[in-house]
Structure formats: C-alpha cells, structure tokens
C-alpha cells in the first residue's frame, strides 16, 4: 500500500526532519522499523488503543477474563529471585482489589520508568493460577488527568531496542502528532473513485488514515479500519483482475480436434472408469483449449482423487492437435513418478514419453533435447529442468506443472517463452485452498476442483496415542509389514537445520532399527541435510519395496505414491500443522488397503494441538481440513505464501475479511469491465498507484 507521491510530496521527508525525531531516533526507526519517512509512519498504524472508557474493575476479573485494561495506584515493587530467575513485581491496586504484574525481562529498565504511588493504565493478558491472577509483561503508561492526547491513544508496536533508546509508546505517539501537524488532508489524495466510495459508503482516504491513528470515537475507529481493509483487497483484486484480464486476451493455440489418440485411450485402454468429477474436468480443459485463448487453468484435488489421468489425456488432446506436451514436477522422485505412471498408461498405445531431469545426461540427454527440437519426441516428463534453457520444444502446446507452490510463478512465466504463443497451462495442486485463499492467491487463473474419490477407497483410520503405547503402535506396524505392508515414521523437521529436531530424528531411527531388528525388516531414511543424491536413492529403495520402513521428515510430504504402504505414523504430531498432516496422510490409503494413520505425542500437549489433532481424528476431508487450518492459523505462513509476500497486507484479513473481500472483488470486476485500461479520469489515482505498488512488489514479475 503506498499513497501518491508527486516528486515533492511532503510526504517523502526523511522521518528525521519531523518534530521531535532527529538524528538519533530518526536512524533507529529506520533500523528498527523500517521507517524512513513521514509516508511510512503514516502507515505503521497503532495495533490498539488505550480507552479510557473500557476500563475493567480488578474485582471483576474472573476466570473467563482474558485481555483487560485496569487502572490505578502502583504499590509494592519489588524484585524476587535471583539470576536468570530474577524478576520484578508490582502490584496494582484500584478501589476495588489487587492484581498482580510481574516482569521476567528489561528489568532494569521497565523499574525506571515506573514509580510507586503512581496512577497507571494497566493492559495485559490475565493468567489464572487457582483463584489468583496476574499479568506478565503488561503495557503500562502513566494515567495523568492533564495528559494532551485526547481519549483514545495509541499503542504502537515498538522494539526492545526502541524502548530502551527512550522511545516509548508514549513518545511514539508524540511523534504521531507532530506528524498530523505537517500533513494535511491535501497530501493524501483519494485514490478510490468517488462512485465507489458512496456505493460501499467508505469514508476519504485521510479521514481513515487519521482516525486509525487517533480515532475520536470508535465509530471512527471502525470507519477508518474498514476503509483502508476495503481499499487493501480492492487493490489486490484490481492486480488480480488485471493479470486475469491479460490472460483472456493473450492467444493460445487453438486445439479443436479431438482425435485418435485421445479417443483410442478413453475406449480402449483407461484402466477404470473415469469418476464424474474427472470428466467435468476435462470437458472444462477442452472448453478452454478450444477457444483460441491460452488456458491457465489450476486444478485442485485431494491426494488420490486422480489427477494423473486428467494431465495425461490433456496432454494426448494436445498431441491430437499435432502439439507437445511436457508434465513438471518439483523433485526428481514425483517426475520419474509421473514418468513410470504415464509410460505404464501410454504402453499399448506406442506413444514415447521420456524423462528429462538433471541427471540425465550424456547422449541420452542430447537425444531427448533433440526430439524436442525436431518434434519427433511429443511428451517429454522432468523437472524444472526442462525449462532450463537450453531445451528448445518445437510446439510445446501444454504445460503440466504438478504441485505448483513449489514452482515460483517466475518458473511458470519462462515456460511462456518457449514458443511463439504461449503453451496452455494446467496447474495441479493437492493442497485444497480455500475460496478466499485462491481468490488472493491464484485469482488469475480458472479453478477446475475434483472433488469426488475413486470409487472402492477405504477411509484411513486416524487414531491419537500417548508415548506410553508406544510398544503397543509398534507390535502393529509389526503386523503390518508382516502382511507385507510398508510403513512411514516421519518426525517433525520443521527447520532443517535445526540441531535439536535432527539429533531426535536421529534417535528416533536407531530406536526403530531396534524395534525392527530382524532381518526381514528393512529400514531407509532421507531428511533435508542428506545429499540429494543419496536421499533419491534411500526414497527409491521404499518405492520398489526394497526397504519396507521409511523413516523420514516431512521431505516425502509431497506427492509420493507407494500404493502398498498402509501406516503413518508421525512422531510428535503435536508439532505438525493441520495441511501438512493430511497432506503426510495421503501417502497412505492409496492402494486397495485398509490404511491407517497414528498420530504420536507425549502425554503433554497444548490446547491448540489436541484440536488439530482432533480434526484430523474425526475427518479426512482436505477442505474441511483447509479450512479449519485458515482459520486457526491465518493465511501468513500457509502455501508458502510467506515468501511470496502476496498476502502481505497491513491490515486485512483474509479468514476474518472475507465479507470485504467478496465486495471488492466484485468492485474490481466492475470497474475492470468499464475501464479496462484504467484510462478515464477518475481511475488515475488508482492507476499511479497501482504502478508504484506493482514497481515494489512481485506483481511486476508475474507478466
Ligand atoms: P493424485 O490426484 O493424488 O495425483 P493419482 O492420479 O496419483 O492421484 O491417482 C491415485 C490413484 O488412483 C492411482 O493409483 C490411480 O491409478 C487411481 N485412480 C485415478 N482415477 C481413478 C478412477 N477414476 N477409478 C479408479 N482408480 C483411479
Ligand atoms: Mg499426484
């Protein structure tokens, strides 16, 4: 989000030459912060305020109470403990009763700038130990009646660092003031049209700018937060709508026959019949390659529902239309997979398919890039590394890229450049997404969702068990595997380079090498520090059932498909996240077996786990499960998503927004529908700022 600057706004001031920065500070809130100039405090918006009119009775607190402003007379303070336990009480006391504050870290510091006999606001999570509270690490401010700020006040989120250079909350909102004295209304221009600010009833751009700083009233405050969330999605979906826009007139190849490759596959050589969910799909991908425009479609569906054959009679639609065709995968181990699946379907009808990764080499390698380059080669598999490039296609017609989040759309965009007109694109994720998600996410492109199993599936069984049954869970592995099943332990590595997780990793493996120690039980393993060398080569022995153990870290989340495995077992399971769980759990249930699930903790699990483990127990649906994980851990670090920074907003919310979300996303269609280029003359605030978010962000690079 940025504002409009035109060359001299004030607005571009270093923070230093406000009133009251200087030097000193204005070098630590770059640093610290990232603020440098006025436009950037302008928008490091207070997370609350301190209200003076929500002030709770400390003889209210109860058990139920969580997050409370208290006010009155500090007594009492004092430190208890020494060294690292050290720490400092007070305690607060207004005319009703005591509570208790307490400080761990700063001590030294939070002990100077509080003083006994003192009137203070008090704010802070209330803890409950057995009918008694208190409040560690609260925020504090001195409660004078003749303080200038007026009713509600900022609370800025700050540093240690900050905090104990002097600047406070408190200075912090000084600042803020001398800020609203410089900048007027004049330099922050409206940028939404003025139509769509009466038909949403959004209030002016530096009406919810000041407020959300210093809102007078929490009407206001409410007016203010809604107008600048409204404005973050809208711009969001104006980028999407635009990308989307780019794609529906970009020419694609036109494929309007549907001929004998294809047909010869659907009569006489799909080994099942295909579910309704598949079909619909398909008759949505020829739709879309028929039209003359390039398709950009993602396809969504859960482990095992069967993406696989959709991507491959695309690609024979392709080659019917006289096109190549080429399917990506992330790792070497998921395109060899696809390779030996398609080859296995392609066998009897005497179509090539190769494989091109970066360990091919030699003259295989040259022989494959130059089937490529004379077209006599049609369906090539790999990874990234067909889009390296030397690899030059004749008339690559399709892309298939499976589990795209681990392709970067920059990666999509150079497959475009392998033709004259870009290839389709079919995008084909197992991690389900949720409407609001996608919507941000991939609103660029059409969504085709499979959302119907094959038939004859058996739902895995999910179970939770203690260490203590531990000897219990391995006797039935044991009778597993004596069946002839194969088993994955995993552990959670959540950082690779984590010393601790690895060390128990590694414990973990002698343990099962102990549990397992006959002969006819053979143990592999690959983690995220082993060479990729050896890890594709341990991963490869569980494929052909050479080891009929896996132990593993969360390296095989993605895609694997041994059909004759029938355990999970994840170790610490209270460490993992709701996707990666399920994701973990359809590497199991995917032959004709009864397949099963256990998740493994300590006997000591925190609330939030025992619920993620408890919706994992009571369903295995990827979209329940999709949602439920949105909901309790925000979008910020889901799908990778962190990195790519596309949900980075200030303010929104796509779990608890998806009301405004919807709105501005209509809004978006709108105004795209009248003015496509953003050329009439209410659209251009909207329009530079568009071109100053795009030049600071990603989007610049999606086209
Ligand atoms: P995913 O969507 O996870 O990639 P796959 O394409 O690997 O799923 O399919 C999972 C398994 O289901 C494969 O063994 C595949 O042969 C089988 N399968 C796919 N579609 C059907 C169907 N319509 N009927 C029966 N089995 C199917
Ligand atoms: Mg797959």
Same mark, same amino acid.
């Given at each position: 989000?940025?504002?409009?600057?035109?060359?001299?706004?004030?607005?571009?001031?270093?923070?230093?030459?406000?009133k009251g920065?200087?030097?000193?500070?204005?070098?630590?809130?770059?640093?610290?912060?990232?603020?440098?100039?006025?436009?950037?405090?302008?928008?490091?918006?207070?997370y609350r !305020?301190?209200?003076?009119?929500?002030?709770t009775?400390?003889?209210?607190?109860?058990?139920?109470?969580?997050?409370?402003?208290?006010?009155?007379?500090?007594?009492?303070?004092?430190?208890?403990?020494?060294?690292?336990?050290?720490?400092?009480?007070?305690?607060?006391?207004?005319?009703?009763r +005591?509570i208790?504050?307490?400080?761990?870290?700063?001590?030294?510091?939070?002990?100077?700038?509080?003083t006994e006999?003192?009137?203070?606001?008090?704010?802070?999570?209330?803890?409950?130990?057995?009918? !008694?509270?208190?409040?560690?690490?609260?925020?504090?401010?001195?409660?004078?009646?003749?303080?200038?700020? %007026?009713?509600?006040q900022p609370v800025?989120?700050?540093?240690? $660092?900050?905090?104990?250079?002097?600047?406070?909350?408190?200075?912090?909102?000084?600042?803020?003031?001398?800020?609203?004295?410089?900048?007027?209304?004049?330099?922050?221009?409206?940028?939404?049209?003025?139509?769509?600010?009466?038909?949403?009833?959004?209030?002016?751009?530096?009406s919810?700018?000041?407020?959300?700083?210093?809102?007078d009233?929490?009407?206001?405050?409410e007016? *203010?937060?809604?107008?600048? @969330?409204?404005?973050?999605?809208f711009?969001?979906?104006?980028?999407?709508?635009?990308?989307?826009?780019?794609?529906?007139?970009?020419?694609?190849?036109?494929?309007?026959?549907?001929?004998?490759?294809?047909?010869?596959?659907?009569?006489?050589?799909?080994?099942?019949?295909?579910t309704?969910?598949?079909?619909?799909?398909?008759?949505?991908?020829? #739709?879309?390659?028929?039209?003359?425009?390039?398709?950009? +479609?993602?396809?969504?569906?859960?482990?095992?529902?069967?993406?696989?054959?959709?991507?491959?009679?695309?690609?024979?639609?392709?080659?019917?239309?006289?096109?190549?065709?080429?399917?990506?995968?992330?790792?070497?181990?998921?395109?060899?997979q696809?390779?030996?699946?398609?080859?296995?379907?392609l066998?009897?009808m005497?179509?090539?398919? $190769?494989?091109?990764?970066?360990?091919?080499?030699?003259?295989?390698?040259?022989?494959?890039?130059?089937?490529l380059?004379?077209?006599?080669?049609?369906?090539?598999?790999?990874?990234?590394?067909?889009?390296?490039? %030397?690899?030059?296609?004749?008339?690559?017609?399709?892309?298939?890229?499976?589990?795209?989040?681990?392709?970067?759309v920059?990666q999509r965009?150079?497959?475009?450049?392998?033709?004259?007109?870009?290839?389709?694109?079919?995008?084909?994720?197992?991690?389900?997404?949720?409407?609001?998600l996608?919507?941000?996410?991939?609103?660029?492109?059409?969504?085709s969702?499979?959302?119907?199993? %094959?038939?004859?599936? #058996?739902?895995?069984?999910?179970?939770h068990?203690?260490?203590?049954?531990?000897?219990?869970?391995?006797?039935?592995m044991?009778?597993?595997?004596? @069946?002839?099943?194969?088993?994955?332990?995993?552990?959670p590595?959540?950082?690779?380079?984590? $010393?601790?997780?690895?060390e128990?990793?590694?414990?973990?493996?002698? #343990?099962?090498?102990?549990?397992?120690?006959e002969?006819?039980?053979r143990?592999?393993?690959?983690?995220?520090?082993?060479?990729?060398?050896?890890?594709?080569?341990?991963?490869?022995?569980?494929?052909?059932?050479?080891?009929?153990?896996l132990?593993?870290?969360?390296?095989?989340?993605?895609?694997?498909?041994?059909?004759?495995a029938?355990?999970?077992?994840l170790?610490?399971?209270?460490?993992?996240?709701?996707?990666?769980?399920?994701?973990?759990?359809?590497?199991?249930?995917?032959?004709?077996?009864?397949? !099963?699930?256990?998740?493994?903790t300590?006997?000591?699990?925190?609330?939030?786990?025992?619920k993620?483990?408890?919706?994992?127990?009571?369903?295995?649906?990827?979209?329940?499960?999709?949602?439920?994980?949105?909901?309790?851990?925000?979008?910020?670090?889901?799908?990778?998503? @962190?990195?790519?920074?596309?949900?980075?907003?200030?303010?929104?919310?796509?779990?608890?927004?998806s009301?405004?979300?919807?709105?501005?996303?209509?809004? *978006?269609l709108?105004?795209?529908?009248?003015? %496509?280029?953003?050329?009439?003359?209410?659209h251009?605030?909207?329009?530079?700022?568009?071109?100053?978010?795009?030049?600071?962000?990603?989007?610049?690079?999606?086209?």
């Amino acid at each position: 989000m940025c504002g409009i600057n035109n060359g001299t706004s004030i607005l571009e001031s270093p923070i230093e030459f406000l009133k009251g920065v200087g030097p000193m500070r204005g070098e630590l809130l770059r640093t610290e912060l990232g603020i440098a100039t006025f436009e950037d405090l302008l928008y490091h918006f207070p997370y609350r !305020y301190f209200d003076r009119s929500q002030i709770t009775k400390i003889a209210a607190v109860n058990g139920l109470t969580e997050f409370a402003q208290f006010a009155g007379i500090l007594i009492n303070i004092g430190e208890e403990g020494d060294g690292r336990k050290k720490r400092l009480t007070a305690t607060l006391y207004d005319d009703t009763r +005591r509570i208790e504050l307490v400080w761990f870290q700063n001590i030294n510091w939070v002990k100077k700038s509080i003083t006994e006999g003192e009137r203070y606001i008090v704010f802070g999570k209330v803890a409950h130990y057995g009918g !008694y509270y208190n409040i560690s690490h609260p925020e504090i401010e001195a409660w004078n009646s003749d303080t200038n700020i %007026p009713g509600r006040q900022p609370v800025y989120s700050t540093t240690e $660092k900050l905090r104990l250079r002097g600047i406070t909350n408190r200075s912090f909102a000084k600042i803020t003031q001398s800020l609203f004295e410089k900048v007027k209304p004049h330099d922050i221009p409206e940028i939404l049209p003025s139509a769509i600010l009466s038909q949403y009833q959004l209030c002016n751009r530096y009406s919810a700018i000041r407020w959300l700083h210093y809102p007078d009233t929490e009407h206001h405050e409410e007016m *203010a937060r809604y107008r600048m @969330k409204w404005e973050e999605l809208f711009i969001s979906q104006i980028l999407i709508g635009r990308l989307r826009l780019q794609h529906t007139i970009q020419r694609g190849w036109i494929f309007d026959k549907v001929g004998g490759a294809f047909n010869t596959f659907f009569n006489h050589h799909l080994p099942f019949q295909l579910t309704g969910a598949q079909k619909r799909v398909l008759k949505e991908i020829r #739709q879309d390659t028929a039209t003359g425009r390039q398709m950009n +479609r993602l396809l969504q569906g859960d482990v095992g529902s069967g993406k696989t054959i959709v991507a491959l009679m695309s690609m024979l639609l392709a080659l019917d239309n006289g096109f190549q065709a080429c399917i990506m995968a992330p790792t070497e181990i998921l395109a060899t997979q696809h390779f030996n699946s398609i080859s296995g379907l392609l066998e009897e009808m005497g179509i090539t398919i $190769k494989l091109l990764t970066g360990n091919i080499k030699g003259k295989e390698r040259k022989a494959i890039l130059a089937g490529l380059a004379d077209g006599s080669l049609s369906f090539v598999a790999g990874t990234h590394a067909l889009i390296e490039d %030397p690899v030059i296609f004749k008339n690559l017609g399709l892309a298939v890229i499976d589990e795209q989040h681990r392709f970067g759309v920059g990666q999509r965009a150079k497959l475009w450049k392998k033709n004259e007109l870009p290839p389709h694109v079919l995008v084909m994720t197992a991690t389900p997404i949720p409407r609001t998600l996608a919507m941000t996410l991939y609103g660029d492109l059409e969504v085709s969702v499979i959302d119907e199993l %094959p038939p004859g599936r #058996q739902e895995i069984k999910t179970v939770h068990r203690r260490d203590t049954a531990r000897a219990k869970v391995m006797e039935f592995m044991r009778h597993e595997i004596d @069946k002839g099943r194969q088993a994955y332990i995993v552990y959670p590595l959540i950082e690779e380079s984590e $010393k601790l997780d690895y060390e128990s990793l590694m414990q973990g493996y002698e #343990q099962v090498k102990m549990w397992f120690s006959e002969d006819r039980y053979r143990t592999a393993m690959v983690h995220g520090r082993m060479e990729a060398e050896l890890k594709e080569r341990n991963m490869a022995r569980f494929v052909k059932g050479e080891a009929n153990i896996l132990v593993a870290t969360t390296v095989i989340e993605v895609g694997v498909n041994v059909p004759n495995a029938s355990v999970m077992l994840l170790e610490s399971a209270e460490r993992f996240g709701l996707s990666q769980m399920h994701q973990l759990r359809g590497r199991v249930g995917r032959g004709a077996e009864q397949s !099963y699930c256990i998740l493994m903790t300590g006997s000591k699990v925190g609330e939030e786990s025992v619920k993620r483990i408890n919706i994992m127990v009571s369903t295995t649906d990827g979209f329940k499960i999709a949602e439920e994980d949105l909901a309790m851990r925000g979008p910020g670090d889901m799908y990778g998503t @962190k990195q790519s920074g596309v949900l980075k907003f200030k303010l929104a919310d796509i779990v608890h927004d998806s009301a405004i979300l919807e709105e501005t996303r209509h809004a *978006a269609l709108a105004l795209l529908t009248a003015d %496509p280029r953003l050329e009439l003359p209410q659209h251009q605030g909207l329009k530079t700022t568009l071109r100053n978010h795009a030049s600071q962000s990603h989007w610049a690079k999606i086209s």
